[in-house]
Nanobody, 125 residues
Framework: QVQLVESGGGLVQAGDSLRLSCAAS????????MGWFRQAPGKEREFVAA????????YYADSVKGRFTISRTNPKNTGYLQMNSLKPEDTAVYYC??????????????????WGQGTQVTVSS
């Protein structure tokens, strides 16, 4: 069973960049597909990006495509979300998630079993 801890959130201005990290422990990280989700106040948790266990396949929500990049370094048991050109509407708590899979890369929250505690990202205008 893998445990996930996010870091790297903070308060930035519109147009700035942030890189979120997701540190995994307690499992073989390379056995898991990984995703990033976010939840703004009063809204449902939404998909942001996902990456296959090998890093070979990535998927993005339309709202972040071209601005965010998901990646992973399996030997370091860490996943990343590079966020560029941030907008106020990107403000949310960001969660990383993992699912044991070599074939599927889930893009919906209900398909992930393991979750981090979240990190706050606030983008001011």
């Amino acid at each position: 069973q893998v445990q996930l801890v996010e870091s790297g959130g903070g308060l930035v201005q519109a147009g700035d960049s942030l890189r979120l990290s997701c540190a995994a422990s307690g499992g073989t990280f390379s056995n898991y597909a990984m995703g990033w989700f976010r939840q703004a106040p009063g809204k449902e948790r939404e998909f942001v990006a996902a990456i296959a266990w090998s890093g070979s396949n990535t998927y993005y929500a339309d709202s972040v495509k071209g601005r965010f990049t998901i990646s992973r370094t399996n030997p370091k048991n860490t996943g990343y979300l590079q966020m560029n050109s941030l907008k106020p509407e990107d403000t949310a708590v960001y969660y990383c998630a993992a699912e044991s899979s070599f074939r599927r890369v889930p893009v919906v929250a209900r398909d992930y079993h393991y979750w981090g505690q979240g990190t706050q990202v606030t983008v001011s205008s």
